[in-house]
């Protein structure tokens, strides 16, 4: 089983809709991060969170929200859909013991908005 | 500017060439430095992580880092087919900042 699971793994849907997506985490870390990647824009941050009680925004969180759950689980909403939106989305996880630990991805929701 | 500038290619080359892959960023305040491979319909998977400057081996891959101008590299020696990827820069700050910054990542073919 993978360590960084999203689901679903591709959603279709229209202009308008609230929309969720879901990230579980089996590695046990404490911080989980929200990126969407675009062709020639390369991954950007939206959202992350150091622990449950803590929830950051990152570069490009307008149009988003997101919920902690329990350490491992980080979900990301869409509250109207737009067309512009459309990307792949992707949750990662790292270690926060220490400052300096790498983050890992899980494979990603491909979202299309009609 | 975009603080970090990766070249997004393709880059073509032939079944057991070194490969080179590079990144430059302008904010001096980047600590860490990352390469992620990313398989088509995949998340980015971690291949080298680093610190200082410097280099640092993993089997064919190496990493260096060089702050002073601000110039990171990978280098994939005996290339094989199965290296064909995108392959993304990433860097951070410390001091308790998070969050990645990202290259666009460049697109690597490798011809059997």
């Known amino acids: 089983d993978a360590d960084v699971t999203q689901t679903p793994r591709n959603r279709i849907t229209k202009t308008g809709k609230r929309i969720m997506l879901e990230c579980s985490q089996t590695k046990g870390h404490d911080r989980m991060y929200w990126y969407r990647q675009d062709p020639g824009l390369g991954l950007r941050l939206i959202y992350y969170?150091?622990?449950?009680?803590?929830?950051n925004k990152g570069e490009i969180s307008d149009g988003y929200s997101v919920s902690r759950q329990a350490q491992a689980k980080f979900s990301l909403s869409l509250e109207s859909a737009i067309p512009n939106q459309t990307a792949l989305y992707f949750c990662?996880?790292?270690?926060?013991?220490?400052?300096?630990?790498?983050?890992?991805f899980g494979d990603g929701t491909r979202l299309s908005i009609l | 500017q975009k603080e970090v500038e990766q070249d997004p290619g393709p880059l073509s080359v032939p079944e057991g060439a070194i490969v080179s892959l590079n990144c430059t960023y302008s904010?001096?305040?980047?600590?860490?430095f990352m390469w992620y491979r990313q398989y088509s319909r995949k998340g980015p998977e971690l291949l080298m992580y680093t610190y200082s400057s410097g280099n640092k081996e993993d089997g064919r891959f190496t990493a260096q880092v060089d702050k002073s101008s601000k110039y990171i590299s990978l280098f994939i020696r005996d290339s094989q087919p199965s290296d064909s990827a995108t392959y993304l820069c990433a860097m951070r700050m410390g001091g308790g900042a998070d969050g990645l910054t990202f290259g666009k990542g460049t697109h690597l073919i490798i011809q059997p």
């Open positions: 904010n001096s305040a980047f600590q860490y």
């Open positions: 990662a996880t790292s270690r926060g013991d220490f400052d300096s630990q790498p983050q890992h």
């Open positions: 969170s150091f622990d449950v009680k803590d929830i």
